[in-house]
């Protein structure tokens, strides 16, 4: 009897376990993630050039400068094009350094990092003609077509060049182009309902952690590791509801190959006086709280107990980083708001004590970068981030 019953469960296990029918397991599948809305987008720099301005600049709440849209935008549209200075990627991060004070003057440490697109773009000088409120590092573009020679042959004669394009913040208007100046869509926040005994911070405790000067609008953002992972999921989340635009990079002719400019497109209906709002990436919220915690390393002779919180909040974000990568790579396509193959984690940083050792060339480079980081002088709880870290 009792081997009876025995073999009578093995048999019920078995049958429910079956597999289900080609075709219904087919139907059950969930669809696949792909890039065919983003790829769907495409830009008409003719159009776009003889319309008036489509966007103008507004307050934004809690985020300093808008754009908005000034008309009725339809999905597909062209509403502004990213503008500012092309240069060739630089070899060195010094180079990098030399570009951005060579641009933004004085104020470059505020914008360091903050509005910056790599791309890819031909080598053709002409091709597409040029941002109006843009300016090119001379070489950059290095070649020009013959009178009579055909655009796609000539960009496809010049090949392609890697650039970088650093976004134009100051006296930007809409006329010249201004999607360098749409805010994102959300926030990685800090926390606000745990006080430190309870293992978090409150917003008012991470001053030292937000690299503060006027140009830094955002509320600041989540520092502890498991509230840091909380605040990323929100924000993964918010990325198919509330993104309306994508950046874009304009095409040449039927060459197949790129242009060296970038401008905004409506992923849906956008009515008059409603804001832009891109998705930036969770990694570039995260890549400002870790220069944030680097800047207090570097420049604030932190105690050792206070460097070790410090490094321990580096690693935390570096971690979260690569956690969000598939969810919101996922969330992008959907959105049609970014290609899946953008959404990238933090390159992890060398360990801390091998990046600042007196005979570092990055000590050197850091210690300019982050020259002026106001430094706080009250301990942050370096016992909080120990156990959340994982």
Known sequence: MLRWLRLSCAALVIERAAPLNPLRRLLRRPPPVTDQIYESWSVDVEAYERADPRVTLQESPGAGTGVFAAQDLKEGSTATEYVGLLAECPDTRSGD????????GENWRKYCQRYEIGLTGARVADAVGRAKGGSVVAGSLKTTCNVDEDLDACVTRAGEG????????????????????????????????LTPSEGSLRPSDVDGFVLKDPAWPYPPV????????????????????????????????????????????CTRDIKKGEELRLTYGAEWWLAQLRRAALAQVVSCAPSPRRAAALEAMIRAVEDVSV??????????????????????????????DELLADDSWQKILLAEEFLGAECVVDEIYADAFQPTLK
Do not use: W
Not at 175 to 193: F, W, Y
């Open 97 to 104: 350094l030399a570009l951005y004070q060579s641009y933004y």
């Open 162 to 193: 890697e650039y970088v394009l650093l976004g134009k913040v100051e006296r930007a208007t809409v006329d010249e182009g201004v999607a360098q100046l749409i805010n994102d869509h959300s926030t990685i926040r800090a926390p606000s309902h």
């Open 222 to 265: 989540a520092v502890d590791g498991a509230a840091l992972r909380r605040a990323t999921q929100e924000y993964v989340s918010n990325i198919e509801s509330s993104t309306n635009c994508a950046l874009v990079q304009a095409t040449i002719g039927s060459s197949g190959l790129f242009a060296p400019r970038i401008f905004a497109v």
């Open 323 to 352: 956690d969000a990568r598939d969810a919101q790579a996922a969330a992008c396509a959907r959105a049609g708001c970014m290609p899946r193959a953008f959404v990238q984690p933090l390159e992890r940083m060398a360990p801390l």
